[in-house]
């Protein structure tokens, strides 16, 4: 999923992946303490987190962006969902079979309601997977269907010549069913043994015609929380759904501020407004340093990874014209010493996508920090791309606000120092920042990426292959694409992986992005925070059981 702020942010076909995570043996920090029986809870179970910025939508539909998913993840609620380990288990599905060959998966659906009383039924998911294809609402997630029988079809059609009756019958063959009420049928084009955790995502979830996302009034929830009030650009609440029928919801009301200022949000919670609260970078030293403060860090792994792309989509651009070019300007990247300085020594040095903790983690260092091979292919990448390098007029793009600056000022002056080449830094609010990226990028641009499910398929196949809503850098190798629709065909992790690698080590030695940091969490939780469920996969800290937190008496 895409990250919004600084990151320094399987049972189908019997694939287990236990290495992903371990929890539970530091999910409160050291300040954290369970009440006593005889502290009564305080009168008002209320949890304050502050997601940064304006979610750009809560059409589950559309959400792309970790504001966004940080209150579907409370408010809607999948087939499959993940427990404490992150291993998939029921979700509105209560089980489901997975057919010989791999390519049908009939899921058995549970009792469950909205949060206005309505049933949740199969049709209810046909009709949220035929709008999720839909090629008229240009949903950034829609890449994940890839593997249901007829999408590849949908998703062609030319919506400027196709009339809506045209589309709308072309929806009818998708590969997924209804057969009764309790029964969601999907047939896919091959064998994916990730698939079922396709079905945890937030863009599955089950929706009727009519729904409406934009504003509090008239939300309709399927998850254990409902949204109340959604107070734009200040603050959402959300509160229990009455009608909810999962694992109890401990917390009384949840409230989401949109502090776009890092510093102000870490004030924010040393004020006691916030329960949970992120640490710019430049801070960081500080905390550690503070008796009381560092008592309440909560540190540990998270999949995810801190990287910039190259533009690719315009054909005419220098980075699309040379490898090269795109090779120097990652080989003059000393990320150690960025990690160091820029992110306060949080986190890993990244060299290609997958994160250590995942299967198909490698920790090879496929373009070294080499300045003076930096030099070398630059100026041989001028003469590839044919130009000079009088015709470059370079802009790296990021979104403002966030605690990016100083990383890309570091990159501006590691080039600049390199190269002798001034490239302009450009920051932009994050709505504007995504339309741009999405209509039309920069030449390079911060991009960032955390774990919707544990498994390389997200790394790799989401960010990289040909069809990705998710490929800013319009990136397509189809000897890569090819590697991964072999993985994904597998049923042995390990024979998986190979092909994994494979196609990561053709990727990094296309070059179409620069990885540089892979996350770890530095996270300030009050004491009082109770039963809060950190996973390596959070964008937010404990988003994924947010309804399970209890608020000790303070």
């Known amino acids: 999923m895409w990250f919004k702020k600084s990151m320094g942010a399987l049972v189908a076909l019997g694939l287990v992946l236990a290495a992903c995570t371990s929890p539970s043996s530091s999910t409160e920090p050291s300040g954290s303490t369970q009440p006593s029986a005889s502290q009564a809870p305080p009168a008002e179970q209320v949890l304050r987190v502050d997601i940064g910025n304006e979610p750009p939508s809560l059409d589950p539909t559309q959400a792309t962006d970790s504001a966004s998913i940080q209150v579907l993840r409370s408010t809607t609620f999948p087939l499959a969902y993940f427990d404490e380990e992150l291993s ?18 009939t899921f058995h659906l549970g009792d469950y309601k909205y949060s206005n009383g309505e049933d949740i039924v199969a049709d209810d998911f046909v009709y949220s997977w035929q709008r999720l294809s839909d090629p008229r609402e240009a949903a950034g997630y829609s890449y994940v269907m890839a593997d249901v029988v007829g999408f590849n079809e949908i998703s062609a059609i030319d919506t400027a010549t196709a009339t809506d009756a045209e589309i709308d019958a072309a929806l009818q063959t998708l590969g997924v069913s209804a057969p009764d009420p309790k029964t969601f049928v999907v047939k896919l084009t091959h064998a994916a043994s990730y698939f079922v955790y396709i079905a945890t995502l937030w863009v599955t979830v089950p929706q009727k015609a009519g729904m409406t996302w934009g504003e509090a009034d008239g939300y309709v929830s399927s998850g254990p929380m409902v949204m109340t009030e959604w107070n734009h650009n200040s603050n959402i609440v959300l509160e229990p759904n009455t009608n909810w029928n999962g694992d109890e919801v401990k917390i009384a009301r949840i409230e989401f501020s949109m502090i776009d200022d890092p510093a102000a949000s870490l004030a924010a919670y040393e004020a006691d407004e916030l329960d949970i609260g992120g640490v710019p970078t430049q801070e960081i030293p500080r905390i550690q340093d503070d008796p009381e403060l560092s008592a309440q860090v909560l540190e540990g792994a998270v999949l995810s990874i801190y990287y910039f792309g190259f533009d690719m989509k315009d054909p005419n651009g220098p980075f699309a014209k040379s490898k090269l070019l795109r090779r120097a300007f990652s080989e003059a990247i000393d990320k150690e010493t960025m990690i160091a300085t820029t992110f306060s020594g949080i986190g890993l040095v990244a060299n290609s996508l997958v994160p250590p903790g995942m299967p198909g983690y490698q920790a090879d260092e496929f373009i070294p920090y080499n300045v003076a091979q930096a030099q070398a292919d630059f100026a041989a990448g001028l003469v590839e791309a044919g130009l000079t390098e009088a015709d470059l007029n370079l802009q790296v793009g990021y979104n403002s606000g966030s605690n990016h600056e100083d990383k890309v000022d570091f990159l501006v ?83 998986q992986v190979a092909l994994y690698n494979q196609a990561q080590e053709l990727m990094m030695a296309d070059a179409p992005l620069i990885p540089l940091r892979f996350g770890q969490r530095f996270t300030l939780i009050k004491p009082w925070v109770q039963n809060l469920v950190p996973t390596s996969q959070d964008s937010s800290t404990g988003e994924l059981f947010y309804y399970k937190v209890t608020i000790a008496s303070h």
């Open 88 to 105: 998939v288990t029921p979700g509105i599905a209560d089980d489901w079979d997975v057919s010989a060959d791999g390519t049908e998966i």
């Open 413 to 495: 002056e590691q080039w600049r120092t390199a190269f002798g080449v001034e490239v302009e830094a450009v920051g932009l609010e994050w709505g504007a920042y995504l339309t741009r990226l999405n209509e039309d990028p920069f030449d390079i641009f911060r991009l960032g990426w955390g774990a919707d499910y544990p498994h390389p398929n997200n790394f790799l196949t989401d960010l990289i292959s040909c069809a990705s809503g998710n490929n800013n850098m319009a990136y397509c190798n189809p000897d890569v694409d090819a590697l991964l629709l072999q993985a994904a065909v597998k049923k042995d992790l390990g024979e």
